[in-house]
């Protein structure tokens, strides 16, 4: 599992990308798998940057590796902010319009729908959401 260990931050957020879709590359991943995982990854990792240290930056530590054994790619987001399991949060009535719906869950919401299993916990002090799709 390789890990990247940097400041949560919008200009980091290309070198975390960067690294998930090289490992997907080498793993002979579907390019519509990819891009399912860069979106999650993306949304994921914005919401730690943006939210997590309460305006400040902080680090995250996201650890990926393909598992072979039903081949899938995990990816494992940690930080030390303010505890939060977003995966608590209502999902959005997406019947509705989006000037009717209220603000917020939209993005954790799309990668429950994209992700095959998404995991969250609180362990050592740090927020850990972990998403897999099969590969």
């Not at 070198?15 to 997907?24: P, S």
């Not at 990819?34 to 993306?42: G, V, Y």
């Amino acid at each position: 599992m390789e890990d990247l260990k940097l400041q949560a931050n919008d200009k980091t957020l290309y070198t975390v990308l960067d690294t998930i879709e090289k490992h997907l590359d080498e793993n002979d991943c579907p390019a519509d798998v990819k891009a399912e995982i860069l979106i999650a990854a993306e949304e994921i990792y914005v919401n730690i940057a943006h939210y997590a240290y309460g305006g400040h930056e902080g680090e995250a530590v996201v650890q990926m590796e393909v598992c072979q054994d039903p081949k899938c790619c995990r990816v494992v987001f940690r930080d030390k902010g303010v505890p939060y399991n977003p995966l608590e949060k209502e999902d959005p009535d997406t019947s509705l319009s989006a000037m009717d719906r209220e603000i917020g869950g939209l993005g954790i919401f799309m990668v429950k729908q994209s992700m095959d299993k998404v995991e969250y916990w609180y362990e050592d002090g740090c927020n850990v959401l972990m998403i897999e799709k099969n590969l």
